[in-house]
């Protein structure tokens, strides 16, 4: 028994300690609440940094060496191509018979076309000797007047036969001589478009033939290269197996279209007085100084679109944890986005792992090279 202090009233045992238990309940649960407190989540991501682009700079691009024109051979009939007497690679001259059709029904058609001028000349000889004696007969007045005039017309047609089956013949005979494909220019096999023993449609590409002469380095440039590119550069290009071995170009064309898998423009640059050596083919750097700085890229991984609107998550590197930021985008490619605006060299962007994070998100970065 315990006295209260207060009533003078005695406290019973049992009541002491369940109030006792009650208290030290009390307490156990608030001490699990303490340690059950949420710990924030740390999120590991990938990131860029964004690096500063300096006007003027040079940059290298990776092209190779075409002829400024490829002439594709074709024949000019349909038929069975029997032969082809080049391969890629090889050098052709002017004049040099390509390939060959099987010559069977056109050497008929010559034959018949022959025939058939045979028979109109012959029909012909004999309306003009009736027309010379009607003329003659005329001038004794032993026939009409009619009748010189019938025998007059059926020379004129025979005659018009004649020249009719002499057309036929000229085409029965350049027919036949469509069935050797000759090449009208000298250069080099560039590819071959059919087999022997094909049957090929007329205008079908058989030898595609780069015509000799002069040289163009072709490269694949991203647009924001290509328009910070200046007006009229002067583009040196050299061998990428021996970059002691260069020329100086001019871009000659731009295509108005980009590639619709990689996003680049095809430029051609027409090289001055390049060495023998630079061969059709070869690999060539090209070396250009840009007006001003390009659009700044990052993987595509790094985009996105909160309300519709193009944005990237952006770390704060004293705090460790990112926000969205707004961008404006230049142009798509396969696996890069150009962004002219919304981003300044120095930031870290967030390029894998941005799907699930939140404004104010700790995280664990890693810096990806670039």
């Given at each position: 028994?315990?006295?209260?202090?207060?009533?003078?009233?005695?406290?019973?045992?049992?009541?002491?300690?369940?109030?006792?238990?009650?208290?030290?309940?009390?307490?156990?649960?608030?001490?699990?609440?303490?340690?059950?407190?949420?710990?924030?989540?740390?999120?590991?991501?990938?990131?860029?940094?964004?690096?500063?682009?300096v006007a003027g700079t040079a940059i290298t691009l990776t092209g190779n060496l075409r002829a400024q024109a490829e002439i594709n051979q074709s024949f000019r009939?349909?038929?069975?191509?029997?032969?082809?007497?080049?391969?890629?690679?090889?050098?052709?001259?002017?004049?040099?018979?390509?390939?060959?059709?099987?010559?069977?029904?056109?050497?008929?058609?010559?034959?018949?076309?022959?025939?058939?001028?045979?028979?109109?000349?012959?029909?012909?000889?004999?309306?003009?000797?009736?027309?010379?004696?009607?003329?003659?007969?005329?001038?004794?007045?032993?026939?009409?007047?009619?009748?010189?005039?019938?025998?007059?017309?059926?020379?004129?047609?025979?005659?018009?036969?004649?020249?009719?089956?002499?057309?036929?013949?000229?085409?029965?005979?350049?027919?036949?001589?469509?069935?050797?494909?000759?090449?009208?220019?000298?250069?080099?096999?560039?590819?071959?478009?059919?087999?022997?023993?094909?049957?090929?449609?007329?205008?079908?590409?058989?030898?595609?033939?780069?015509?000799?002469?002069?040289?163009?380095?072709?490269?694949?440039?991203?647009?924001?290269?290509?328009?910070?590119?200046?007006?009229?550069?002067?583009?040196?290009?050299?061998?990428?197996?021996?970059?002691?071995?260069?020329?100086?170009?001019?871009?000659?064309?731009?295509?108005?279209?980009?590639?619709?898998?990689?996003?680049?423009?095809?430029?051609?640059?027409?090289?001055?007085?390049?060495?023998?050596?630079?061969?059709?083919?070869?690999?060539?750097?090209?070396?250009?100084?840009?007006?001003?700085?390009?659009?700044?890229?990052?993987?595509?991984?790094?985009?996105?679109?909160?309300?519709?609107?193009?944005?990237?998550?952006?770390?704060?590197?004293?705090?460790?944890?990112?926000?969205?930021?707004?961008?404006?985008?230049?142009?798509?490619?396969?696996?890069?986005?150009?962004?002219?605006?919304?981003?300044?060299?120095?930031?870290?962007?967030?390029?894998?792992?941005?799907?699930?994070?939140?404004?104010?998100?700790?995280?664990?970065?890693?810096?990806?090279?670039?």
């Amino acid at each position: 028994m315990f006295a209260n202090h207060r009533t003078g009233r005695n406290v019973s045992l049992p009541l002491a300690l369940t109030l006792g238990a009650l208290a030290a309940a009390a307490l156990l649960v608030g001490c699990r609440k303490a340690e059950e407190a949420p710990v924030a989540e740390v999120r590991p991501v990938r990131v860029v940094r964004i690096t500063e682009q300096v006007a003027g700079t040079a940059i290298t691009l990776t092209g190779n060496l075409r002829a400024q024109a490829e002439i594709n051979q074709s024949f000019r009939i349909d038929g069975r191509m029997i032969s082809r007497s080049v391969e890629v690679g090889e050098r052709v001259h002017a004049g040099q018979v390509l390939a060959r059709l099987d010559r069977m029904n056109e050497e008929s058609s010559l034959q018949s076309a022959r025939a058939q001028l045979a028979g109109a000349q012959a029909r012909a000889l004999e309306a003009r000797t009736m027309y010379d004696r009607m003329r003659d007969l005329l001038a004794e007045r032993a026939v009409s007047r009619a009748s010189f005039e019938q025998a007059q017309a059926m020379a004129k047609v025979t005659q018009s036969q004649v020249d009719s089956s002499q057309s036929l013949l000229n085409i029965a005979q350049n027919r036949l001589s469509y069935t050797d494909l000759v090449s009208d220019v000298a250069g080099v096999v560039t590819a071959v478009g059919a087999e022997p023993g094909e049957v090929v449609p007329a205008g079908r590409m058989i030898v595609q033939v780069a015509r000799e002469g002069a040289v163009d380095a072709v490269f694949d440039v991203p647009l924001a290269v290509k328009d910070a590119a200046p007006a009229n550069p002067e583009i040196l290009v050299t061998l990428a197996a021996n970059p002691a071995l260069s020329a100086i170009g001019r871009v000659r064309e731009v295509s108005p279209r980009a590639d619709p898998v990689t996003g680049t423009f095809a430029v051609r640059v027409r090289l001055i007085d390049p060495p023998a050596s630079m061969h059709l083919g070869s690999t060539v750097n090209g070396q250009m100084k840009l007006e001003r700085p390009p659009a700044i890229s990052v993987p595509s991984s790094a985009l996105i679109q909160p309300g519709g609107k193009p944005a990237v998550w952006v770390v704060d590197t004293k705090a460790g944890t990112v926000s969205t930021r707004n961008v404006e985008l230049q142009a798509y490619g396969e696996d890069r986005v150009q962004i002219s605006q919304g981003l300044v060299p120095g930031d870290m962007v967030v390029t894998a792992g941005a799907q699930t994070l939140r404004p104010g998100q700790k995280i664990h970065w890693t810096e990806a090279p670039r």
